[in-house]
Nanobody, 115 residues
Framework: QVRLVESGGGSVQPGGSLRLSCAASGVNFKIATMGWYRQAPGKERELVASITSGGSTNYADFVKGRFNISRDNAMTRVYLQLNNLQPEDTAVYSC?????????WGKGTLITVSS
């Protein structure tokens, strides 16, 4: 059973930073592509960033150099550093991987950006 557990969300003011962490278990983490998605209230879930087993990264256009995804294979964790957060970044951020032929999701962690 694959399990993904996110942490690190919270409330910040515009321009602030947060670091999200996703702990993965039940998966051969070294070969897994990991992703971060977000879902804002009333909107569909969208990809934020992904990272392959080889460390190649992909970012959504709205990231605009503000976020950085990284992974620690020894710790089986994937991270998302979010800088210069803006109110439009308010959303539930979820960790994702595809394994055993299906997508797996964590429960998510809420980020609220407000002054």
């Amino acid at each position: 059973q694959v399990r993904l557990v996110e942490s690190g969300g919270g409330s910040v003011q515009p321009g602030g930073s947060l670091r999200l962490s996703c702990a993965a278990s039940g998966v051969n983490f070294k070969i897994a592509t990991m992703g971060w998605y977000r879902q804002a209230p009333g909107k569909e879930r969208e990809l934020v960033a992904s990272i392959t087993s080889g460390g190649s990264t992909n970012y959504a256009d709205f990231v605009k150099g503000r976020f950085n995804i990284s992974r620690d294979n020894a710790m089986t964790r994937v991270y998302l550093q979010l800088n210069n957060l803006q109110p439009e970044d308010t959303a539930v951020y979820s960790c994702n991987t595809k394994y055993y032929g299906r997508a797996w999701w964590g429960k998510g962690t809420l980020i609220t950006v407000s002054s």
